[in-house]
Structures are given as C-alpha cells and as structure tokens.
C-alpha cells in the first residue's frame, strides 16, 4: 500500500509518497502537492502505475490519467499513416526532388498494403508486417532494386520515430535487403546513336539526344534546360542542380562544357521561330510528363524501335501480373552510359567522369562505363603470344 509522509528533514512543505515498484524496489519521492487530498491523488496513481505496468497501451493510459490530474492535455501516439504521411511531407526541405516523390511512392505504397491496420498507432508496425509488403512486392514481379528503395524510405522515416521515441525500435533496420541482381541499362554504341538522331521526329527530340550522349545528363534535367543555362560566349558550359541532388547539397553547381557540336546546335536552335520567347531549350518537350505511355521515357523507347535498334528486356514481365514491367536493355538513360563510356575510351580518368558525371564515388561511374566490345577485342589483340 502506498503512503504519504511530510519532508522528513522538514525543509519541504510537499508531501512525499512511498510506493514500491513492480519489481519491489521502494520508491519515496515528492509529490509537489502541500494539500494532503491532492498528494493522495498523485500517490496512489504512482502506486497503480507501478503494479500495472507492463504494456505499452496501459503505460500510455497510466501516463494520460496523472496528465489529466494536473490539467495538462493527454498524449495521443499517432498511427501508422499519421507519422509516415508526416514524416514524407517534412521531407520535402531535405530530400531531392525526385528522390521524395519516389519515397512517397513507398509510403503510399505501405499504408495501401495495410489497410485498415495502417489506422493503429505507429508502434504496431512489426518487421513481420514489413517482411509481409517485401513478400507481396516480390509476387507482384517488383524489381529488387525497387523494393529496397522501398526499405530505404521505410528504414529513414521508423529512424526518427526512433529517436524521438514514437517506437522503441527501427523494425526495418532487422528485415534483410533483396539480392542487388537489378538489370543494368546498356550503352549505345556510335553508330547506334547516329541511327537515333536519323530517326529523331523532330528538331526538338534530335537536340534532345545530341544532350544526352555529349552531356550524360538524366532525362528530366535533359528536358528541363532553360536557355539561362547556357554559356554560349564565355567558358561555353552548361551550370545546373541536377533534380536527383538532395535539398540542401552543398556541392558546387554542376558545370558541363559544351561540345562544339552541340553549341553549333545550340545556336542553331535558338534563331529558329520555334524557340521564340520561351525560357525553355525544349519548349514542348518540357512540357511533358517523364513517364506514362505518351511520356518521354516511353516515346523515346518507341524512337529506339523506329531506329531498328534490337532492344530485348532484360528482365522480363511478370505473366498474371499488372504492376510487373519488362526492363528492356535501351532507354534514354543509356545514353548516360554512353557518354561515359566514349570519355573512357578517349582517355578520360574516372576522377574527371565523376565530376562531369555528377557522381559522388568511383563505384558508382564504373556502372555507367562499359568499354566497347571492339575496343576490349583490340586490346586482347595486342597480347603477346607465349
């Protein structure tokens, strides 16, 4: 039973509670009350709080009831879509652009998969409930590139949680990751370039290749140039943020020199009628979505078939399936591998491919670079027989 008892050294005029604690330890602490009847109150909450706890829900109810006895608003944990739909939306000052609207693919992705559960407060959410979506995602024929970026969002949104104590452990910190076994884009070759700009539609789509084989730039920077980007006159380069960049990257501006080649089209370009007054290089094609059947992605892939080049997946769709797709060798990302792999075959070193590249390691541009197979045959040449 608990008990009150005034200041023993008489130096305070609280009244202090002796309790014991579920483990039977005894506890003697002030309960900052001088009237008896309100010291009572907060004595014996401590003593029930102390023989009932041992669940997270009656913690919490514990704790609300002594909030309430000093007039303060109870604390309401909040649920699974509460936090993480929170969680994405202060995100937007930290991450990329791209790199948020793909985590909101995720967390939307998460709370459809769970449902009604996704209503239940944030500490419910297990590892065997994450370990269930992973399951799903991998019948559905998802990638296992995709669904680690998927545990990526989840794993950085439960590391807060974490932190501020919302959950008393990151779950998905002890689900495993997939196999990295994700299909890898190829390069085109010279000529396979030169068949895409004969068959480019229109002056917009032909500027838009010349980009991506002498700039290496991502589709959605591509398209998104501005004619303030340009340097045509001074050091004749293009400056921008690459849209992968987090929010916040202290990293100087991209700078990528033109090639003659492409700043004769430039300026080509820029004195036809058909640029006039726009901010953009690409005035239609900026206006364009990235993905669907009639985006960029998508038509670029339809201009590699009307180029005759063979493009077969290579990871192919999952039959009975509506959200697997086939990963066909070429799209336009290709032509990011292109360009570094025609730097390091003229000589280029990995340390300047990464600057102009706007890659952060090594590793990371040597997936981009893939030596032609004539140039490797011209050097397996040159060995001497024994």
């Known amino acids: 039973m608990p008990s ?30 001088k009237r008896k009847s309100e010291a009572w109150k907060v004595c014996q909450m401590w003593s029930d ?19 309430k006895a000093r007039g303060r608003d109870p604390l309401k944990p909040p649920t699974i879509r509460e936090y993480l739909e929170g969680w994405l939306d202060t995100q937007k000052l930290h991450l990329s652009p791209s790199t ?45 590139k995709t669904i680690n970026i998927d545990l990526k969002a989840f794993h950085a949104a439960l590391k807060k949680a974490f932190r501020r104590q919302h959950v008393k452990i990151n779950v998905v910190s002890t689900v495993d990751a997939e196999p990295n076994n994700s ?50 006159a001074g050091e004749r380069c293009i400056t921008l943020s690459p849209d992968k960049r987090k929010a916040g990257d202290e990293r100087p501006l991209l700078q990528i020199p033109i090639h003659p ?20 290089i690409f005035p239609t094609l900026s206006q364009k979505k ?13 201009l590699i078939e009307a180029a005759d080049i063979p493009n077969p997946p290579v990871r192919a769709r999952k039959e009975n399936s509506a959200r697997s797709r086939a990963v066909l060798s070429y799209g336009f990302h290709s032509l990011r591998s292109t360009y570094n792999t025609q730097l390091d075959a003229v000589g280029v070193k990995v340390e300047d491919r990464m600057k102009l590249s706007d890659h ?10 893939k030596p032609e197979w004539s140039r490797l045959s011209s050097l397996l040449a040159k060995l001497p027989p024994p």
């Open 49 to 67: 709080a102390a023989r009932d706890a041992g669940t997270d829900a009656r913690d919490l109810e514990i704790l609300n009831e002594m909030r």
């Open 100 to 144: 948020h609207k793909r985590y909101g693919s995720s967390i939307r992705k998460l709370l459809t998969f769970l449902g009604k559960e996704a209503e239940h407060e944030l500490q419910t959410l297990t590892a065997e409930k994450i370990e269930a979506f992973v399951l799903s995602e991998k019948k559905a024929g998802i990638a296992p």
């Open 4 to 33: 009150l008892h005034p200041d023993p050294q008489k130096r305070s005029p609280f009244y202090y509670c002796a309790y014991r604690l579920a483990d039977g330890t005894r506890k003697f602490r002030s309960t900052k009350k």
């Open 360 to 369: 952060t390691t090594a590793e990371m541009n040597w997936k981009y670079t």
């Open 290 to 302: 990235g993905t669907g059947d009639k985006g960029l992605s998508n038509t670029f892939v339809r």
């Open 183 to 232: 299909a890898v884009k190829k390069a085109f070759t010279r000529p396979q370039v030169r068949a895409l700009l004969d068959a480019a539609p229109d002056d917009e789509w032909h500027g838009l290749i010349l980009v991506g084989y002498f700039t290496g730039l991502r589709l959605g920077d591509a398209a998104h140039l501005r004619w303030e980007n340009l340097d045509t």
């Open 261 to 280: 080649n492409l700043l004769q089209w430039f300026k080509i370009w820029r004195a036809d009628d058909k640029t006039a007054g726009s901010p953009w």
